[in-house]
């Protein structure tokens, strides 16, 4: 007889008028590790807040080990030993890595003082056997995302005992980090541990998991032994439609002229220094910059686009020399920018999807400093139209989409106004498969049209089935260059992780 550690019976939420989780029933074997899969908007994060106790269900029972539970905080769940790692980190970033780790543990010497020592080394250990080269008394704001959220990993196991919830943990991390976690995550499922995992990454599941659960709609559609079924039958249980991927034949380029030569970038200011770095993009290309976190690739797109000053090296963009010492001069000449963290840099989550699309350009729909509301209304409709944005009204707060349509409000933005140069760092990170299929559908699209492409990926996968040519960075310098012809995943994570 199965033996299930978590039952979850007849589950029900609503926000508003949305319904995001439908009756969902499953139960979760206890010793298991269980994923949790479906598009985005299918109420997998809803589900897994109800289970960490940052919301309270609507309507069913949730039994634990035997006893029905209805937590009303995070704290009701963490008493019960379960332990999250959301998709959006929870973290303080202007206190140490060490802090983060033991916020609400720490060890405290007499008369209530915190002992740094014991959680500075205890911090070292945990980060250790992550592999993580990350010091304890870092400040946490000066880390970049998939490092953040490697220490609300780190944070996540150390104080792990009895249930471990993972809501896309490795959303920004390269295939180098997600095998050491997965080895550190299969030793703690052997001592006991039952982990429930939430990924878009079909890969993923298939490396991992024991059993996994399809929602779809805020329902369940089936739950399955991973051995038992494919990558194909849990697509097709995910999204009810057939998928297209890019084919390769669509991204034959042309050849044509140069349209960005950069030589010699350095960049001093920047968490991860550049060092050097040279390299061409011609009119309708997709270029990849590949390789660790901490390699370097955004520091080089951030001084592209203004946001990091340039110490040294030369841009010549169209031909022309060119100084980009702002976001306002890069986006004069023609080049766009899709951040990697989209809610923290991509958008204004706060205001709505009409004002979030007009942002990049309200001189160009303004009046004597006035902002036509025709003008920002017919922008906005005729972008979710063209990129089949699924919001309840343009009028609708951003924070109320799925990621995946989220990351197409911040590719409107920039879309409307037309660039010959976009940088796109990590721009399926945290959508789901349909999603993350239609972007790269437009990003082809994009280059076909002529537009110039600079991806920065962390998938592999990604960059082999969309770039044309593609740089490998390692430490803020470029160890190497492979066409689409001679690269590998093998060859560009040598590369990667050891240089020349």
Request: net charge negative.
């Amino acid at each position: 007889m199965i033996s299930f550690l978590i039952e979850l019976q007849s589950i029900s939420k609503r926000f508003g008028g949305t319904r995001a989780l439908d009756g969902v029933s499953f139960g979760i074997e206890r010793g298991a590790i269980h994923a949790v899969m479906g598009e985005n908007g299918a109420g997998k994060s809803t589900l897994m807040r109800i289970l960490s106790g940052v919301l309270t269900m609507d309507e069913g029972r949730m039994v634990i080990d035997g006893v029905e539970k209805c937590f009303q905080t995070p704290l009701d769940a963490q008493r019960e030993g379960i332990s999250t790692v959301y998709q959006e980190p929870y973290l303080v970033p202007y206190m140490s890595v060490a802090e983060n780790v033991f916020l609400g543990h720490e060890k405290v010497k007499r008369f209530g003082f915190v002992d740094f020592d014991s959680l500075h080394s205890k911090t070292k250990e945990i980060l250790s056997a992550l592999s993580l080269d990350i010091s304890p008394t870092e400040v946490l704001v000066n880390l970049s995302p998939a490092e953040v959220q490697l220490v609300q990993i780190a944070r996540a196991i150390a104080f792990s005992t009895n249930i471990l919830l993972l809501d896309e943990p490795t959303a920004s991390l390269t295939d180098h980090e997600t095998t050491i976690l997965f080895e550190h995550l299969k030793k703690l499922n052997t001592g006991g541990l039952t982990i429930i995992y939430v990924s878009h990454r079909l890969k993923e599941i298939f490396e991992l998991c024991h059993t996994v659960t399809v929602l779809r709609d805020g329902r369940h559609v089936a739950t399955k032994k991973v051995s038992e079924t494919s990558e194909d039958e849990l697509i097709g249980l995910m999204v009810g439609r057939e998928l297209h991927k890019a084919e390769h034949a669509v991204l034959a380029r042309r050849e044509s002229g140069v349209r960005l030569e950069v030589q010699g970038l350095r960049v001093q200011n920047a968490p991860v220094p550049v060092k050097n770095v040279s390299f061409i993009v011609h009119e309708g290309e997709i270029v990849a910059f590949a390789g660790l976190v901490g390699s370097g690739r955004s520091e080089v797109a951030k001084a592209l686009f203004g946001l990091r000053s340039i110490d040294a090296g030369e841009i010549v963009f169209n031909g022309s020399p060119i100084e980009v010492k702002t976001p306002a001069d890069a986006i004069a000449r023609g080049i766009a920018f899709v951040p990697e963290d989209r809610k923290e840099e991509g958008l204004i989550a706060t205001q709505s999807v009409r004002q979030n699309i007009s942002l990049t350009g309200l001189s160009r729909i303004s009046r004597f400093g006035f902002v036509k509301g025709s003008a920002e209304e017919k922008l906005a409709t005729k972008s979710t139209d063209q990129l089949a944005i699924k919001t309840a009204s343009i009028d609708a707060g951003v924070s109320t989409l799925s990621g995946g349509n989220q990351q197409k409000v911040v590719l409107a933005k920039w879309l409307w106004l037309q660039p010959s140069f976009l940088i796109l760092d990590e721009p399926t990170r945290g959508i789901d498969v349909g999603a993350k299929a239609e972007i790269h559908r437009l990003i082809v699209n994009l280059a076909a049209s002529g537009v110039s492409i600079l991806l920065i990926s962390s998938e592999l996968p990604e960059v082999l089935e969309l770039a044309h040519r593609i740089y490998v960075m390692k430490d803020g310098e470029i160890v190497g260059e492979f066409t689409r012809e001679n690269a590998s995943q093998e060859a560009i994570m040598k590369l990667a992780a050891i240089g020349n």
